[in-house]
């Protein structure tokens, strides 16, 4: 006979970063999580991490894939670098 597996408890994980509501993105607007550490030293890691919700983050790691390749960023380069970084600020709406 097969044995019988007890219910899984119906508890949802607790969400990870800012709790819902406390944290609201400034590109999205919506309520949800901080990232758990910036993603980049200096003071743009610094904004990403205050401002940028794990959702928009996602994005921008797909979308900045696309800037790489499709620019051809030869990221060892400190103009690329620019280049990139400003793309960056535009889609996360991080320019003042």
Wanted: glycine share 10%; proline share 9%.
């Amino acid at each position: 006979p097969v044995p019988e597996v007890a219910a899984a408890a119906t508890s949802q994980p607790a969400p990870t970063g800012a709790a819902t509501g406390a944290f609201r993105c400034t590109r999205c607007g919506r309520p949800g999580n901080r990232l758990p550490n910036r993603p980049f030293k200096g003071e743009l890691g610094e904004k990403i991490l205050a401002r940028i919700c794990t959702d928009c983050w996602r994005e921008w790691v797909g979308m900045g894939t696309k800037v790489i390749n499709e620019l051809g960023l030869p990221l060892a380069d400190p103009r690329a670098q620019d280049v990139y970084d400003d793309n960056l600020k535009d889609f996360l709406q991080l320019h003042e």
